[in-house]
């Protein structure tokens, strides 16, 4: 399994970012849980969002809930975070992630990651 992120960058609080995560080498990309995590300088990495591939439920940290979107794009295997009145403890390493399951979880230890992308929010 490779995961490919994408769309990080620098913006202003309050302006939006999409991350991109492509995913390949999946069999069924219904039988995964996908997701995004990130990690500040000193600080322990942390599930941000994520999304069970076969159902489309997701979970939302509550530091994120109500400005971060999770979705995936079947057909592209492709999921997407948007990012939406962003505040400048968002500032991270986000990386996307992929384990086998059936059922929804969001624990940073995932069997599959990317490379990770820098996010950077000014005040």
């Known amino acids: 399994v490779q995961l490919v992120e994408s769309g990080g960058g620098s913006a202003q609080a309050g302006g939006s970012l999409r991350l991109s995560c492509a995913v390949s080498?999946?069999?069924?990309?219904?039988?995964?849980?996908i997701g995004w995590f990130r990690q500040a300088p000193g600080k322990e990495r942390e599930g941000v969002s994520c999304l069970l591939s076969v159902d489309g439920s997701a979970y939302y940290s509550h530091s994120v809930k109500d400005r971060f979107t999770i979705t995936s794009d079947h057909a592209k295997k492709t999921v997407y975070l948007q990012m939406d009145n962003l505040k400048p403890e968002d500032t991270a390493v986000y990386y996307c992630?992929?384990?086998?399951?059936?059922?929804?979880?969001?624990?940073?230890?995932?069997?599959?990651w990317g490379q990770g992308t820098q996010v950077t929010v000014s005040s």
């Open positions: 992630a992929a384990s086998y399951s059936n059922y929804l979880y969001c624990r940073p230890d995932f069997n599959s």
């Open positions: 080498g999946f069999t069924q990309f219904d039988d995964y849980v």
